[in-house]
């Protein structure tokens, strides 16, 4: 878990990186495009270098990860933005100059934009599945195993809550969408 979860800040870092990059050259980006592209990054990256140096100190793994599972809904701001950063970065990559920055800046890193921005959205998912074979193979007796139980179902309804959240968001833009084609106004 401690791997992991170095590799997945090193590449919110890098993400973290690149907003900076963008906010700071002569591209001459507009705050909100560029907040439209990293969303709430900066603080997941925070939040994880936080977990990780508690579990770095853990002798229960489960347990560090209880006291903050909540905060995974952190992940839900996240995802809100997530299709509206994917069509700006789309859109952007049209643009020769911008082309050029991300070659630049991630050329060295062998990795892409839309692909680190991808990596927050399969997170909650990751420590569910990761948790979830942890358990399956540690027996009912175990010191940790109520911890562990009880993290798997605390991170399934935080998983459950971000994708029932993500359907109601769709279901209202195309409820807009179809409102404005028939003459309405949106709200």
């Known amino acids: 878990m401690i791997e992991s979860e170095g590799e997945y800040i090193k590449n919110l870092t890098i993400l973290n990186e690149m907003k900076e990059y963008l906010e700071h050259d002569s591209l001459d980006l507009e705050k909100e495009v560029v907040t439209n592209i990293f969303g709430n990054s900066s603080v997941l990256c925070e939040f994880h270098t936080k977990i990780l140096q508690e579990i770095k100190d853990s002798e229960n793994v489960p347990a560090t990860f209880l006291q903050y599972v909540t905060f995974f809904k952190l992940y839900n701001e996240y995802m809100a933005q997530y299709d509206q950063s994917l069509e700006t970065i789309l859109q952007l990559e049209e643009n020769d100059v911008f082309q050029s920055y991300l070659d630049l800046f991630f050329g060295k890193y062998k990795k892409t934009l839309r692909s680190l921005i991808l990596f927050p959205v399969k997170r909650v998912h990751q420590y569910q599945v990761s948790f979830e074979s942890h358990k399956a193979h540690t027996k009912r007796n175990h010191p940790?195993?109520?911890?562990?139980?009880?993290?798997?179902?605390?991170?399934?309804?935080?998983?459950?809550?971000?994708?029932?959240?993500?359907?109601?968001?769709?279901?209202?833009?195309?409820?807009?969408?179809?409102?404005?084609?028939?003459?309405?106004?949106?709200?």
């Not at 809550?161 to 084609?181: C, D, F, G, L, P």
């Open 144 to 187: 940790n195993y109520a911890t562990l139980d009880e993290l798997c179902m605390k991170i399934e309804e935080v998983a459950r809550h971000i994708t029932e959240s993500q359907k109601n968001r769709r279901k209202y833009v195309k409820t807009q969408i179809n409102s404005t084609a028939v003459g309405g106004q949106i709200d």
